[in-house]
């Protein structure tokens, strides 16, 4: 029991902390600004923390059930933290674009940030990485179909018929993603996975390796990543109110808390692809950022969307005239980058300065 308590010691602080912070909460807004921002900012370590546990009980499932399982099982877990602080937050925001600033930076932490800062420090170590180009293509296409129908699009669609688009949107990405999932898992599951033991593509199969894991082996990190979610829902409650007394008139950019929202749920992602490109396996780095990316925007916006319908309150989700052009460059970049199976420096160089230019405007408030 103790080795255990010493093992989960993020999830033991995190549970403290919603402990402490529940009760207090209303001493804390009544304290003032400064206590307010030290109190969100202690809030959200304790909730990064408990999303490196969640991260680290995803991997240790995607492990023991091996691909493309575990990828599928990295990804939802990060889409799943980030969509539970989004519910939370809005319902403690006025915001309109709460939504789609955060999908907007989760999209540029994971293609520009992960997949670039792994590929550059990757291939500075070894030269050029391999990995299976038909991975790249399937996710590049994706997400462009699912950015361009759910957050271009909308720009152009009447106010008026903000219910029909939703509804719309919602079919299509629940629609695009079970065919996805059927073909990741099922028919084309070798363009997901790469041999390292030889540089040959491998054999198509006709169905998904099934995991040999009986449920038992199964059970603790399932267990331990379902309450860590709930312990990050709960530190939402807090955090979200604190974080909008804290910054309430400092007039810092808009997309801050949105951003924090992206990282929180990236940041174990970008350690886990990291340690794959060091390793010379850049098959989970491309599978986990550009995963991640389409899974951020064609899980979350129709759940975000459902929840929009339900309240009767629209949610602005096209994207900024600069916004649209940082996600195009992106894609476009990503797209020349995948076109021939193998990454090295100069292509993460290229996609880490596009972080930098996104950082860049987000200060300006663009």
């Known amino acids: 029991m103790a080795a255990q308590l010493r093992q989960e010691i993020f999830l033991v602080i995190a549970a403290l902390a919603a402990a402490i912070a529940f009760p207090i909460e209303h001493s804390i807004?009544?304290?003032?600004?400064?206590?307010?921002?030290?109190?969100?900012?202690?809030?959200?370590?304790?909730i990064l923390l408990a999303s490196v546990r969640v991260a680290h009980h995803a991997?240790?499932?995607?492990?023991?059930?091996?691909?493309?399982?575990?990828?599928m099982i990295l990804t939802l877990a990060a889409v799943l933290v980030e969509v539970v602080i989004?519910?939370?937050?809005?319902?403690?925001?006025?915001?309109?674009?709460?939504?789609?600033?955060?999908?907007?930076?989760?999209?540029?932490?994971?293609?520009n940030a992960l997949l670039g800062l792994s590929a550059l420090l990757g291939g500075l170590r070894h030269g050029e990485q391999p990995y299976n180009v038909d991975s790249g293509n399937t996710y590049i296409v994706m997400i462009l179909t699912a950015i361009g129908v759910s957050m271009v699009l909308p720009a152009f669609i009447p106010s008026q018929h903000w219910r029909s688009y939703s509804v719309f949107t919602i079919v299509v990405m629940v629609l695009l993603y079970g065919l996805f999932l059927r073909l990741q898992t099922g028919r084309h599951s070798y363009f997901f996975s790469y041999s390292y033991a030889q540089h040959a593509k491998?054999?198509?199969?006709?169905?998904?390796?099934?995991?040999?894991?009986?449920?038992?082996?199964?059970?603790?990190?399932?267990g331990f990543l379902a309450g860590g979610i709930v312990l990050i829902g709960l530190l939402s409650e807090v955090m979200s109110r604190t974080l909008d007394a804290g910054l309430a008139g400092t007039g810092v950019p808009p997309i801050v808390a949105p951003l924090l929202v992206a990282t929180i749920s990236a940041s174990?992602?970008?350690?886990?692809?990291?340690?794959?490109?060091?390793?010379?396996?850049?098959?989970?780095?491309?599978?986990?950022?550009?995963?991640?990316?389409?899974?951020?925007v064609i899980l979350t916006v129709p759940v975000i969307e459902?929840?929009?319908?339900?309240?009767?309150?629209?949610?602005?989700?096209?994207l900024s005239p600069s916004q649209t052009v940082m996600v195009f460059i992106t894609l476009i970049v990503a797209m020349v980058n995948v076109h021939d199976g193998e990454t090295n420096a100069i292509e993460g160089m290229t996609h880490f300065v596009l972080f930098m230019a996104f950082l860049m405007l987000a200060a300006l408030g663009v």
Do not use: C, F, K, W
Not at 59 to 71: D, I
Not at 306 to 318: K, R, Y
């Open 268 to 296: 174990p992602e970008i350690l886990t692809a990291i340690r794959a490109a060091l390793a010379n396996r850049m098959q989970p780095v491309v599978n986990i950022a550009l995963g991640a990316s389409l899974s951020t």
């Open 29 to 46: 807004l009544a304290g003032g600004q400064a206590v307010s921002l030290a109190a969100a900012l202690a809030l959200i370590l304790a």
């Open 202 to 222: 491998p054999r198509p199969t006709t169905g998904p390796v099934m995991p040999t894991q009986s449920p038992s082996s199964l059970s603790a990190p399932i």
């Open 306 to 318: 459902a929840l929009a319908l339900v309240t009767g309150q629209p949610i602005h989700m096209a």
């Open 86 to 111: 989004l519910a939370i937050m809005m319902s403690h925001t006025s915001s309109l674009t709460l939504v789609r600033d955060t999908i907007y930076s989760a999209v540029m932490l994971d293609i």
């Open 59 to 71: 991997e240790e499932l995607a492990e023991r059930v091996g691909e493309p399982y575990g990828t």
